[in-house]
């Protein structure tokens, strides 16, 4: 049994590894910050504020932790650049000092998107403020912990509840939000939710530290996992039926293909890794069959 502490345990996939974490029996540990937690037998709730770096280094120091997953980051919100970019460096030094296993969670869009296929040691260029501050989180984690696992990953989805992928795609296909499209050349090495979380719980024992891609093994384009995800959700839809946009018709500057290439993970883990149409539409042909 281990004593972990997940932070942003009220998230997407915090959720996912605090069930996961509590139902192999470990001593849990998991943070909130503004939604307040649904209770589980076996795991102990933590108020939050990565904003404060001192008193985030006070607490996870104070906790005792042999386990630390970061998860938690703000989207958006001020201060965000502290909280996505610069509270990892301040776990990464609790994380240390106490001598617990940090695994801290990272994005493909580190990457500029321009190549795809992204293996561990490419140089990151991120094109988006998030990109940034997790790039600079990753070096913040690197240097105060160099032991650190980073776990860079994709879009997530499933895990038994409907989550930001799969409320986008119903936003869409019902009309509540009919500027809602997807891109027809973006493409993302999307990973279940489940997948992932069991990944993340085997790699705490594995010796691996630095940057690791934990993603879908299978480069689908976002038009594509929208289609996938409405036909999961019971609508026998066709594709053209979804909307498409082009990425390059945004205002913005957006990575096109940040796939990721996870052959070192899967040569690490016994989890498998499953693609989007394995875990969506396994009978399914797929775009360019049609
Ligand atoms: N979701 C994806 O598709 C995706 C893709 C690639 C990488 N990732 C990475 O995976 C990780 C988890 O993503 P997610 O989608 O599960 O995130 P999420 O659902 O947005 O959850 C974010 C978590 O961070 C917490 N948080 C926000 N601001 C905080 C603050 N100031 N102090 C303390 N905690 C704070 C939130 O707490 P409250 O909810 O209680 O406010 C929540 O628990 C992130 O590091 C993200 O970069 C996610």
């Known amino acids: 049994m281990v004593r972990v502490l997940v932070t942003g345990g009220t998230g997407y996939l915090g959720r996912v590894l605090v069930r996961h974490y509590s139902e192999r029996g470990h001593e849990v540990h998991a943070t909130w910050h503004r939604r307040f937690p649904e209770p589980r ?3 102990s709730w933590h108020s939050s504020d990565l904003a404060d770096l001192e008193a985030t280094r006070q607490f996870v120091e104070r906790l005792g932790p042999e386990l ?3 998860t938690a980051y703000a989207t958006g919100d001020a201060p965000h650049d502290v909280v996505t970019a610069r509270a990892p460096g301040a776990i ?6 106490i001598g617990a296993r940090l695994i801290h969670l990272s994005t493909d869009v580190v990457f500029d998107g321009t190549t795809g296929g992204y293996r561990e040691g490419d140089p990151l260029r991120p094109v988006t403020a998030y990109g940034q501050a997790k790039a600079d989180a990753e070096a913040a984690v690197a240097a105060a912990d160099p032991g650190a696992l980073i776990v860079r990953t994709s879009l997530l989805y499933g895990g ?3 989550g930001p992928q799969e409320q986008m795609v119903q936003r869409a296909l019902s009309g509540d939000d009919p500027r809602l499209a997807f891109f027809t050349d973006e493409l993302r090495s ?14 705490a024992s594995a010796s691996a530290s630095g940057p690791l891609h934990v993603a879908g093994p299978e480069p689908v384009t976002r038009h594509e996992f929208a289609w996938l995800l409405a036909r999961a959700q019971g609508l026998a839809i066709a594709p053209d039926q979804v909307p498409m946009a082009i990425s390059g018709d945004f205002a913005g500057i957006r990575p096109k293909n940040c796939t990721l290439d996870s052959t070192v993970a899967s040569q690490l883990l016994t989890t498998r890794l499953r693609g989007a149409r394995e875990v969506l539409a396994p009978d399914a042909p797929t775009l360019s069959d049609r």
Not at 92 to 97: E, K, L, N, Q, T
Not at 190 to 203: G, M, R, T
């Open 92 to 97: 990464a030094a609790a994380s240390r000092s």
């Open 190 to 203: 999307v990973v279940q939710l489940d997948d992932l979380a069991a990944a993340i719980v085997e790699l």
């Open 160 to 162: 038994g509840e409907v």
């Open 41 to 43: 037998d076996g795991v």
């Open 68 to 70: 630390v997953v970061h």
